[in-house]
């Protein structure tokens, strides 16, 4: 500013202020622009109106997107058991082991985890074990696990298959 404080009380005060506040400048991120009324209620540039419409559109676009995922038809899911013995393939890394389950896909992405027991000492060994396999492969009726040593107790396992 020049020094000058404007109080509001008269209206050639009110002018020159408004007048001042004509050619107040702001940093648009490249130039400095001069700062227009329509410029007064805005963010970076972006009034605030066209900020709160970008935010609606995206939790719209989100919203379709979710929508859609229940207009894909007709879903089925399945649980499935298996149990992983500790007879292993392989004398080295990878060991392998297949297993049959009934019903399973080549072409199905299930979500396969242990069934623990309830009991400390076995689910403790349960999860040391299962945290060996690292793949797991559909094959129609056989899912085929990789591991990077071979599981000593047997794996009782639940296999959520969704289509």
Not at 57 to 82: E, F, M, P, Q
């Amino acid at each position: 500013m020049d020094g000058r404080c404007f109080v509001l009380g008269t209206k050639k005060q009110l002018k020159e202020m408004i007048f001042f506040m004509a050619k107040m400048k702001y940093w648009n991120g490249t130039t400095w622009e001069i700062l227009d009324a329509k410029d007064a209620d805005t963010i970076d540039g972006k009034h605030f109106t066209d900020i709160q419409n970008d935010a609606q559109s995206r939790v719209d676009d989100h919203a379709n997107v979710t929508a859609s995922l229940s207009t894909l038809g007709h879903v089925k899911c399945a649980v499935l058991t298996a149990i992983l013995d500790p007879s292993w393939s392989g004398s080295s890394v990878p060991y392998t082991k297949t297993v049959t389950v009934n019903g399973i896909l080549a072409t199905d992405t299930p979500i396969i985890d242990i069934v623990l027991t309830g009991g400390y000492i076995v689910d403790e060994m349960r999860i040391e074990a299962w945290g060996y396999i690292y793949r797991a492969v559909t094959d129609n009726d056989s899912i085929t696990f990789y591991a990077t040593e071979k599981p000593t107790i047997s794996l009782p396992i639940q296999i959520k298959v969704v289509r």
